[in-house]
């Protein structure tokens, strides 16, 4: 539910002066400025003036459970009045920080029964690449570091993970770690010459990164639209 004494005029100034935006057309934002969402609710936002939309990106994808859920509300608020935070760092944890490592322990597949908390996706994406890193340290194998990536997977926005990222587009005007980070075709079929069969595509795409590298401590691979997992070298 929105508060109603917020003046949205005002806000939209506050945001326009003081706020730096990711992803932003500055020439046009000095301009323009937000669109201030105000409201929302189960699957809608709302702006300022009440519009509604249907929000179709989940936020940014991570709105899962849709908005203004009560159930979520009562949960933090609970979890804020017990104990809102504490640093994990070495041999302290948290009651939801225990319990919910040994739920994802129990629905992740496999062995794959060890959690490690971040606030995103880019920091988990750097969080790998220094634990895989490490790894390989630990093993004496300290050449071992090369990350490969495909054009146009989307990784994130930290330095690594930006660097990680294979569309140009967000290069633009940043530096990007080259040492390290390889990227190579993108499996997109719909751009296969037109002579090629799907087969010989993916025959292709499969040798490229078969060959082409060494040292490589692992891949990072979008199978489909905003999903990626990660493949540590054997
Ligand atoms: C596949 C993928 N990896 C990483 C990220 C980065 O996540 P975050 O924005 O939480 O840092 C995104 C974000 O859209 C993503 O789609």
């Keep these: 539910m929105s508060d109603n004494n917020i003046d949205m005029n005002t806000v939209w100034q506050q945001d326009k002066d003081h706020y730096i935006h990711p992803w932003t057309d500055f020439s046009t934002f000095k301009e323009t400025g937000s669109m201030v969402l105000a409201d929302s609710d189960n699957v809608h936002v709302k702006d300022g003036d009440g519009n509604s939309y249907l929000d179709g990106i989940g936020g940014l994808w991570c709105v899962n459970i849709g908005y203004a859920r009560e159930e979520m509300a009562q949960a933090i608020a609970e979890q804020v009045r017990q104990i809102p935070y504490y640093s994990c760092f070495g041999h302290h944890t948290t009651v939801p920080a225990a319990q919910l490592?040994?739920?994802?322990?129990?629905?992740?597949?496999?062995?794959?029964?060890?959690?490690?908390?971040?606030c995103g996706g880019s920091v988990a994406n750097d969080t790998a690449v220094r634990m895989i890193h490490f790894y390989f340290n630990q093993l004496g194998k300290k050449t071992k570091k090369k990350i490969i990536s495909r054009i146009d997977?989307?990784?994130?926005?930290?330095?690594?993970?930006?660097?990680?990222?294979?569309?140009?587009?967000?290069?633009?005007?940043?530096d990007i770690d080259e040492q390290l980070v390889h990227h190579i075709s993108c499996p997109n079929p719909y751009r296969r010459p037109e002579d090629q069969s799907l087969e010989a595509f993916c025959d292709e795409k499969f040798r490229n990164w078969k060959t082409r590298f060494w040292n490589w401590a692992?891949?990072?691979?979008?199978?489909?639209?905003?999903?990626?997992?990660?493949?540590?070298?054997a």
């Design 101 to 118: 490592a040994a739920k994802l322990a129990e629905l992740a597949p496999g062995n794959l029964n060890h959690v490690f908390y971040g």
């Design 153 to 174: 997977g989307y990784h994130g926005s930290t330095y690594m993970a930006m660097s990680i990222t294979g569309v140009k587009f967000d290069h633009i005007g940043f």
């Design 218 to 233: 692992l891949i990072t691979l979008q199978p489909s639209l905003l999903s990626q997992f990660w493949v540590p070298a």
